[in-house]
T-cell receptor, first 111, second 112 residues
Framework: GNSVTQMEGPVTLSEEAFLTINCTYT??????LFWYVQYPGEGLQLLLK???ADDKGSNKGFEATYRKETTSFHLEKGSVQVSDSAVYFC??????????WGAGTKLIIKP | DAGITQSPRHKVTETGTPVTLRCHQT?????MYWYRQDPGHGLRLIHY???????DKGEVSDGYSVSRSKTEDFLLTLESATSSQTSVYFC???????????FGQGTRLTVV
């Protein structure tokens, strides 16, 4: 069946560091891929998405490219801020009703 | 932002009592979901709906039931609450199959 695997956290970085959170997937067909962010005490918010191979999703300085050849959708940001501290979830949506979720990666940014 | 509201936002209830959580969306989305979120378990799907009166079980459905009598409302009922159902519950909705979901703010439920 379909699945999403993302790197375990927590990931701890200093402010202005480069961020990569790895996400790989297994799916049949042509799923859409998403990154969500969850700030403390809040619900999940869509951060970015990509709907087909080689698409790049971007938002708030974050980027992720849909790589079908490596079945990956890694999240990157060139210079993180303390306000980026949150839990990040990778997910896919295929031709089924459901979203398939990664386990989430907690990101801690230190000043 | 998609209009999805959950009520109540916080609830404390006693073991053995029934509890109903409500999710209301104003986006006319066809699909709706109930998840629970627990430390170390990520998001786990409880039940979902693919239309009015059309629902199905997720991976952790035991002890829960749902109803969807209108497009905009999706109710989650804990038939007889247990301490293991203490959790944060999230509702989500989406318009079409291969699209993103939008989430409510969550309900923190404590069963004592």
């Amino acid at each position: 069946g379909n699945s999403v695997t993302q790197m375990e956290g927590p990931v701890t970085l200093s402010e202005e560091a480069f961020l990569t959170i790895n996400c790989t997937y297994t799916a049949t067909g042509y799923p859409s891929l998403f990154w969500y962010v969850q700030y403390p005490g809040e619900g999940l918010q869509l951060l970015l998405k990509a709907t087909k191979a080689d698409d790049k999703g971007s938002n708030k300085g974050f980027e992720a490219t849909y790589r079908k050849e490596t079945t990956s959708f890694h999240l990157e940001k060139g210079s993180v801020q303390v306000s980026d501290s949150a839990v990040y979830f990778c997910a896919l949506s295929d031709s089924n009703y459901q979203l398939i979720w990664g386990a989430g990666t907690k990101l801690i940014i230190k000043p | 932002d998609a209009g999805i509201t959950q009520s109540p936002r916080h609830k404390v209830t006693e073991t053995g009592t029934p509890v109903t959580l409500r999710c209301h969306q104003t986006e006319n989305h066809r699909y709706m979901y109930w998840y629970r979120q627990d430390p170390g378990h990520g998001l786990r799907l409880i039940h979902y709906s693919y239309g009015v009166k059309d629902t199905d079980k997720g991976e952790v459905s035991d002890g829960y039931s749902v109803s969807r009598s209108k497009t905009e409302d999706f109710l989650l009922t804990l038939e007889s609450a247990t301490s293991s159902q203490t959790s944060v519950y999230f509702c989500a909705s989406k318009a079409e199959m291969n699209t993103e979901a939008f989430f409510g703010q969550g309900t923190r439920l404590t069963v004592v």
